[in-house]
């Protein structure tokens, strides 16, 4: 069994039931626990701008060493408006995230702990332009967890391996769905 890097205040990643959105210049806290339900997900999938901008109908995504992921499972798929952190005196910041594109995918492929010389050429083939190479994904993943750098090494980070989730595009989602009650 392969060691799980932390890489969030709480391991069990049910405990985060709170998203904050900027919608109209102010943050409004959505209720995860309730969009599951509503929806029927098991979660939420984030992106940086610079990712976001380049999904696909149907692709696979990599996060550094394992996700939470479950094949045949749907899951919202979110742009980052600001980023969150987690430092190693186990302070954390919850990023926010954009109103204006919310998506709904479906995960097809769920596979944790894929060492970097075994990732398959049909994973990165059918990827985002930003993770289509193997030194373009480690790139990335370094930019993406930057804030783990300050916990572990670089070489950590590699020897780690990546988790690989494949999604699928089901529909969009107006943000007014998610937040019918605004606090």
Same mark, same amino acid.
């Given at each position: 069994?392969?060691?799980?890097?932390?890489?969030?205040?709480?391991?069990?990643?049910?405990?985060?039931?709170?998203?904050?959105?900027?919608?109209?210049?102010?943050?409004?806290?959505?209720?995860?626990?309730?969009?599951?339900?509503?929806?029927?997900?098991?979660?939420?999938?984030?992106?940086?701008?610079?990712?976001?901008?380049?999904?696909?109908?149907?692709?696979?995504?990599?996060?550094?060493?394992?996700?939470?992921?479950?094949?045949?499972?749907? &899951?919202?798929?979110?742009?980052?408006?600001?980023?969150?952190?987690?430092?190693?005196?186990?302070?954390?910041?919850?990023?926010?995230?954009?109103?204006?594109?919310?998506?709904?995918?479906?995960?097809?492929?769920?596979?944790?702990?894929?060492?970097?010389?075994?990732?398959?050429?049909?994973?990165?083939?059918?990827?985002?332009? !930003? !993770?289509? !190479?193997?030194?373009?994904?480690?790139?990335?993943?370094?930019?993406?967890?930057? &804030?783990?750098?300050?916990? &572990?090494?670089?070489?950590?980070?590699?020897?780690?391996?990546?988790?690989? !989730?494949?999604?699928?595009?089901?529909?969009?989602?107006?943000?007014?769905?998610?937040?019918?009650?605004?606090?």
């Amino acid at each position: 069994m392969e060691k799980i890097l932390k890489r969030y205040k709480y391991s069990d990643v049910k405990k985060y039931n709170k998203l904050i959105f900027i919608y109209k210049n102010k943050n409004y806290k959505i209720d995860l626990k309730k969009n599951k339900k509503k929806f029927n997900i098991e979660g939420i999938i984030k992106f940086l701008p610079y990712e976001f901008i380049k999904l696909k109908k149907v692709f696979y995504h990599f996060n550094f060493q394992h996700s939470y992921h479950v094949k045949n499972k749907k &899951y919202l798929i979110l742009r980052i408006n600001k980023k969150g952190f987690f430092k190693k005196n186990n302070t954390e910041k919850i990023p926010n995230y954009s109103s204006k594109k919310i998506y709904l995918y479906k995960c097809f492929y769920s596979k944790n702990f894929v060492k970097y010389r075994d990732i398959k050429d049909k994973f990165l083939k059918k990827c985002l332009e !930003t !993770t289509n !190479t193997k030194n373009k994904l480690f790139k990335t993943i370094k930019k993406r967890y930057n &804030y783990l750098l300050d916990i &572990y090494s670089e070489k950590q980070i590699y020897d780690s391996g990546v988790a690989i !989730t494949g999604l699928k595009y089901i529909k969009s989602i107006n943000f007014e769905e998610l937040n019918e009650k605004r606090t």
